[in-house]
């Protein structure tokens, strides 16, 4: 069975509903545009109920099946990023500095095309809660739904999520059972010393100096610490210090990300990084900060439901094109707090239309607006084809 017949039709109305929402991307916890234009989708399809306010701009609809059964979620995230856009597009970002770079536009659009046909038809068992959730690429949205009661307010059985991959072919599904996605932790570092005049070094703790072996050490911890039959990433991405050819300054601060998937290699790197800060700074006369900032956590795939999607995925682009991941990917993702609540899975839906596309978070990206009905006729066979057989 390919794409739904009835979401094909009004593919080019999808189309035009992404657009608008590319014209006016909003930051994490700010998309009240956007929240206020899926309300009035979701009211205008015959939603059941419309539910907004959930983690601020989060918005949940209610879409309840002609028959009685069980209860899934299907979750798209609405946020955009800090990003000034360089496409060009007739439809590119109205709002200056901020870029729908990662595709929620589409998302948002997949998700709003699949409660269109579900309220429409309503042809499944049980309550499907279609998920609007802000704040995806900071601040954590996802775990504030769950803070604010989603699988309270919505008890549902499992819980999905998908994302659009420009890496692969489009039209193709990407999954895998297990660590998918990494954890993540934000990594600051102060380095505190003693400014002094530059040809006079004697008179000074140089944190400059500091840093360089702070930098330098962190990278024995992935390779001496960390089992080598485990995944992890120490990265500093940021030094920042002094402001002159001749001067010692007083402090330098860095930045940088941890990646992991093992809780406890989390807490492996979180004290080897303040360990080896701290005992660096020491060693030199100087001392060190540390903060090391866990943010979200791994994506871990429940089994079951990994199958559950995986038969709907096939059902509407053919078996051959519904592949594993063969890797998991060191990028981080808060639909993991849904997933540390609720059993689900987060499939990878291609997007790519040749290889050499731009990926999501560059200023040249821009959704395929090609897998519009395939994103969205996913998820209406999810509801259809699996909600009978969902067992509470
Ligand atoms: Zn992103
Ligand atoms: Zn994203």
Known sequence: MP???????????????????????????EEHRTSAVIQA???????????????????????????????????????????????NLPYASTNPGVMHACGHDGHTTMLLGAAKYLA???????????????????????????????????????????????KDAEGTFLWRVGPTMAAVANITIVVTGKGAHGAQPHNGVDPIVVSGAIVSALQSIVARNVDPTETAVVTIGEIKGGNAF???????????????????????LERAVIRIAQATAEAYGATADVTFARTYPAVINDEAATSMARTAAEAVVGAARVVPMEQPTMGGEDFSFLLNAKQGNYIMLGAGRTTTDPQVHHPLYDFNDDILPVGASYWATLAEQLLPRVQP
Do not use: C
Request: proline letters at 6%.
């Open 3 to 29: 794409i739904h017949n009835r979401i094909a039709d009004f593919h080019a109305d999808m189309t035009a509903w992404r657009h608008d929402l590319h014209q006016h991307p909003e930051l994490a916890l």
């Open 41 to 87: 989708k979701l009211k205008e399809f015959g939603v059941d109920e419309v539910v907004a306010g959930i983690a601020r701009t989060g918005v949940v609809g209610v879409i309840r099946g002609s028959q009685p059964g069980g209860a899934i979620g299907l979750r798209a995230d609405i946020d955009a990023l800090p990003i000034i856009e360089q496409t």
């Open 120 to 166: 429409e038809t309503q042809n499944f068992a049980g309550t499907v809660y279609v998920i609007f959730q802000p704040a995806e690429e900071q601040h954590g949205g996802g775990e504030m739904m769950v803070k604010e009661g989603l699988f309270d307010r919505f008890p549902m059985d499992l819980v999905f999520g998908m994302h659009n991959w420009p």
């Open 246 to 268: 001749n001067v010692i300054p007083p402090d330098v601060t860095m930045r940088g990300t941890a990646r992991w998937f093992n809780p406890t290699i989390g807490d492996l």
